[in-house]
């Protein structure tokens, strides 16, 4: 089955760049889709097929996707971006989710 | 605004049922593909099962296959999760969540709804 790799944590200086990476085997030939969820929330959409933000999400929020590697970009990082972050794809009529990346920031 | 409510989760016994509800409103909900998500504490997300706009084509994990049964009622807008011979390791956060298109297997979440707790154990 396909896999999903992020990393456990990124941390960013506050103000700073923050990106977290989703890696998969040819991932650049999926459409990724990124979450942000908060403790105690449901996950909300930050970005839809690897690069397309949603109404209402700040353009600090960037993706891209490339080869085996997509990237979810943060940029000028803010106490509130502090929190869990997920990538998801489909595959083979099933949807994959990364195991999640801890983003703190400094 | 598009809302989701989830409802019936709570606590049952291994090997047990239970059915979850997610009553939709604020779009066409037959158009849409709809999904349950699972979030185990303190784990990660899991996908867990997809159903089409029609309710024509179902789609599951493997860790649920044969087990959970999703289905939909158009007329009612609202869709089912119907979760048999449960097992701890089903313990989670169940979440519904709406497609981008009446497929359902290739579209983003969005929204989700906020989640009903499910609790086997004896």
């Known amino acids: 089955s396909y896999e999903l790799t992020q990393p456990l944590s990124v941390s960013v200086a506050l103000g700073q760049t923050a990106r977290i990476t989703c890696g998969g085997n040819?991932?650049?030939?999926?459409?990724v889709h990124w979450y942000q969820q908060k403790p105690g929330q449901a996950p909300v959409l930050v970005i839809s097929?690897?690069?397309n933000r949603p109404s209402g999400i700040p353009e600090r929020f960037s993706g891209s996707n490339s080869g085996n590697t997509a990237t979810l970009t943060i940029s000028r990082a803010q106490a509130g971006d502090e929190t869990d972050y997920y990538c998801?794809?489909?595959?083979?009529?099933?949807?994959?989710f990364g195991g999640g990346t801890k983003l703190t920031v400094l | 605004e598009v809302q989701l409510v989830e409802s019936g989760g709570g606590l049952v016994q291994p090997g047990g049922s239970l059915r979850l509800s997610c009553a939709a409103s604020?779009?066409?909900?037959?158009?849409?593909?709809m999904s349950w998500v699972r979030q185990a504490p303190g784990k990660g997300l899991e996908w867990v099962s997809a159903i089409s706009g029609s309710g024509g084509s179902t789609y599951y994990a493997d860790s649920v296959k044969g087990r959970f049964t999703i289905s939909r009622d158009n007329s009612k807008n609202t869709l089912y999760l119907q979760m048999n011979s449960l097992r701890a390791e089903d313990t989670a956060v169940y979440y519904c969540a709406k497609g981008e298109a009446a497929a359902g297997t290739s579209s983003w979440f969005d929204p989700w709804g906020q989640g009903t707790l499910v609790i086997v154990s004896s």
């Open positions: 604020g779009f066409t909900f037959s158009s849409y593909a």
């Open positions: 097929r690897d690069s």
């Open positions: 998801q794809v489909w595959d083979s009529s099933a949807a994959v």
């Open positions: 040819n991932i650049g030939s999926k459409n």
